[in-house]
């Protein structure tokens, strides 16, 4: 009886070793165990910006649990539409994958043609953090309140240029979403990338800019530029001397920034599953950093994420509208 019972739990604990590498080995659907060869996730952003930022660090600890190298590929430019356009054309098979961000629902209303629809082109694995944007000013800029900015704004029509990352981009719509609240008029000026219209506001290229609190941190600690204000209703503990826009005079005003991982539509849900699994665990541990920088970590189910890019799709639609953009 005890050589039958040692025999059982041997059998068991084989079976369990057995159900756990199966649940480790995935089939790419060609019988092949995945991973087996490098992944790339594409950030449709210039280096230097939060995506960028954030792309590296899933990256870096998806290639220490995945036992593959995951490589971060820029593909910036069109306000994101290249970088999203080359997940949508690579093959369903796990080894592409994409970090985007809030333009994937803004940019529907702000393009007349598109060529991808995001939510039947694209898998979303799990949404990864939620956050604000932050209006800042280059020292230079006579204004250390968002009242004094509005009061400069006004007196001074077209003469105060903001920064952005492109059309279609929440630090954009952010603005624009302010100059309409405010009745203000300041220029819009695009750069390829978050990275490259902060360089143009810490050289003065520029005055003003609503980038996502990553991209400002740090030439916020260093001085190089002035904040006045975060786009979220609330402050944030990241900057806890900061008011939000709409506390600071611009009631009503908020604009969130949020963003999430894909895979091209049609990759096998149990790789799906198994990449969700592991960068909703990678996020929980970046919680406590990511929190230091102003985001909040909201890693959940791929239906959860599908269900916030619909809804951030019809709302984005009836802001933009009210007002009065044009789609180019």
């Known amino acids: 009886m005890k050589a039958i019972t040692g025999f059982t739990g041997l059998l068991a604990a084989s079976l369990l070793l057995a159900s756990a590498a199966a649940a480790q080995t995935l089939s790419t659907g060609s019988g092949q165990a995945y991973p087996t060869r490098t992944i790339r996730l594409v950030v449709h952003s210039s280096p230097g910006g939060s995506s960028d930022i954030l792309g590296r660090m899933v990256a870096q600890k998806l290639t220490e649990s995945l036992g593959q190298q995951v490589v971060v590929e820029n593909r910036a430019g069109a306000s994101g539409i290249i970088g999203v356009e080359v997940a949508v054309k690579a093959p369903p098979d796990g080894y592409t994958l994409l970090i985007s961000q809030t333009s994937l629902a803004i940019n529907p209303s702000m393009f007349r043609k598109m060529p991808y629809e995001a939510l039947r082109d694209l898998a979303p694995i799990t949404q990864i953090v939620d956050g604000p944007n932050v209006l800042v000013v280059h020292p230079s800029v006579p204004a250390r309140s968002v009242k004094q900015l509005i009061a400069l704004a006004r007196s001074r029509p077209d003469s105060l240029i903001i920064g952005s990352p492109g059309q279609g981009t929440s630090p ?157």
Do not use: C
Request: net charge positive.
């Open 172 to 328: 954009h719509l952010s603005a624009e979403l302010f100059n309409a609240m405010a009745g203000v008029k300041m220029v819009q000026v695009q750069y390829k990338g978050a990275g490259m219209a902060l360089v143009g506001l810490i050289s003065g290229e520029i005055g003003v800019m609503f980038p996502t609190t990553p991209t400002a941190m740090g030439s916020i600690k260093a001085k190089r530029i002035i904040p006045l204000g975060v786009t979220t209703a609330k402050r944030v503990q990241a900057l806890p001397d900061v008011p939000s826009i709409a506390e600071a005079g611009l009631p009503g005003y908020e604009s969130t920034q949020w963003f999430g991982v894909l895979a091209p539509a049609g990759t096998p849900r149990p790789i799906i599953d198994r990449l969700n699994q592991e960068i909703v665990r990678i996020m929980h541990g970046y919680k406590e950093r990511l929190s230091g920088e102003g985001m909040e970590v909201v890693a959940g189910t791929p239906e959860a994420f599908a269900a916030h890019i619909r809804m951030e799709t019809e709302k984005w639609a009836k802001v933009i509208k009210s007002m009065g953009l044009k789609p180019e």
